[in-house]
């Protein structure tokens, strides 16, 4: 499995921008769907962005659709998210992993690559 090391968190007001980072060890990155994932206090982990090996296309969650964006650069092993027009309910850990689709949504690829930390964004209203 590979690591992920999610970064680029903080708090910040509604109506904000921040982006994202998350960088994969080991050689396969540039082979594999990605994903972003959130998980807010007291709930289950749900897929927020999806990009596919050769970042030519992209999946979002409706919640975050025309405000998110994601992106990657395969040279540097580094997956992005760009989060504008931040509300409170975006208030999360950030997540991301290898992303596959079954029953609807897209999932966090286990096969391919670990959970990291995570990193925690917070809104403020």
């Known amino acids: 499995q590979e690591q992920m090391a999610e970064s680029g968190g903080g708090l910040v007001q509604a109506g904000g921008s921040l982006r994202l980072s998350c960088v994969a060890s080991g050689s396969t990155f540039s082979e594999y769907s990605m994903g972003w994932f959130r998980q807010a206090p007291g709930k289950e982990r749900v897929f927020v962005a999806r990009i596919n090996p050769d970042g030519g296309t992209t999946d979002y969650a409706d919640s975050v659709r025309g405000r998110f964006t994601i992106s990657r650069d395969n040279a540097k092993n580094t997956l992005y998210l760009e989060m504008n027009s931040l509300k409170p309910e975006d208030t999360a850990i950030y997540y991301c992993?290898?992303?596959?689709?079954?029953?609807?949504?897209?999932?966090?690829?286990?096969?391919?690559?670990?959970w990291g930390r995570g990193t925690q964004v917070t809104v403020s209203s």
């Open positions: 992993n290898g992303a596959y689709w079954s029953g609807g949504t897209y999932h966090g690829n286990v096969d391919y690559g670990s």
